[in-house]
């Protein structure tokens, strides 16, 4: 089976443009040309695609896809730091949902924590240096 570009983008949830660019910067093999000079994609180029746009989606940065298609060693170790950033991104959203649910708990708009909490705190007391 062969397909056109459009007929692969369609196939991978993707667009034509995104198949050109994965060229440019040498995530895709170019393909094979059909007597016309369309290019002529195949299973193989199917499921690189897909593999590439899944790692993407979760948030593999595309300099980094290149190193685990090319050096398939290199995947756990990519991995595992994209992992960690997502573990730190999820904690800090942890806490984003936890001062909006203690902000519309209290009504208090703002958290002050030290060190600039308790020059505030201080400002508030009537301690200021003048």
Not at 21 to 43: C, E, F, M, S, W
Request: hydrophobic share 40%; net charge positive.
């Amino acid at each position: 089976m062969a397909w056109s570009t459009r007929e692969l983008a369609e196939l991978a949830g993707t667009t034509v443009n995104a198949i050109r660019h994965y060229h440019r910067i040498a995530l895709l093999d170019q393909p094979t040309r059909r007597y016309n000079g369309y290019k002529q994609y195949g299973v193989l180029d199917l499921i690189r695609l897909m593999r590439i746009r899944h790692l993407s989606e979760l948030g593999v940065p595309l300099s980094q896809i290149r190193e685990i298609c090319v050096d398939g060693e290199a995947a756990p170790d990519v991995l595992k730091q994209v992992d960690a950033g997502l573990a730190s991104e999820i904690e800090r959203l942890s806490r984003a949902r936890n001062d909006i649910a203690t902000i519309l708990g209290t009504r208090v708009p703002v958290r002050l924590d030290p060190p600039a909490g308790s020059g505030i705190r201080g400002l508030a007391q009537g301690k200021h240096g003048g």
